[in-house]
Nanobody, 115 residues
Framework: QVHLVESGGGMVQPGGSLRLSCVGS????????MGWYRQAPGKQRELVAV???????QYAESVEGRLTISLDYDKPAVHLHMNNLKPEDTAVYLC?????????WGQGTQVTVSE
């Protein structure tokens, strides 16, 4: 069974930085993409950043230039470096892994940006 374990969430002041990590385990083959989504209270889940086949990276427009995603294919593990965080970045961040066998989600890690 595929498992995703996230770490690195927390509370930070506006302008601060955080680093999220997600490590996958289990029968992981034919990786299509791995990345991060987020969901704020009362809002729909949205894409934050993802690495697709061929190391193609896609970012939400709202985070472009502030967040950087990287993928270690060997583990696999995906990291999200978040700089210049804003209150509107507050949400539960969920790791997502898409394989030929299915679409997998982590439990989520809370990121709170507040004074």
């Amino acid at each position: 069974q595929v498992h995703l374990v996230e770490s690195g969430g927390g509370m930070v002041q506006p302008g601060g930085s955080l680093r999220l990590s997600c490590v996958g385990s289990g029968p992981i083959f034919s990786l299509y993409s791995m990345g991060w989504y987020r969901q704020a209270p009362g809002k729909q889940r949205e894409l934050v950043a993802v690495v697709k086949e061929g190391d193609r990276k896609q970012y939400a427009e709202s985070v472009e230039g502030r967040l950087t995603i990287s993928l270690d294919y060997d583990k696999p593990a995906v990291h999200l470096h978040m700089n210049n965080l804003k209150p509107e970045d507050t949400a539960v961040y969920l790791c997502n892994l898409v394989l030929a066998s299915g679409n997998y989600w982590g439990q989520g890690t809370q990121v709170t940006v507040s004074e």
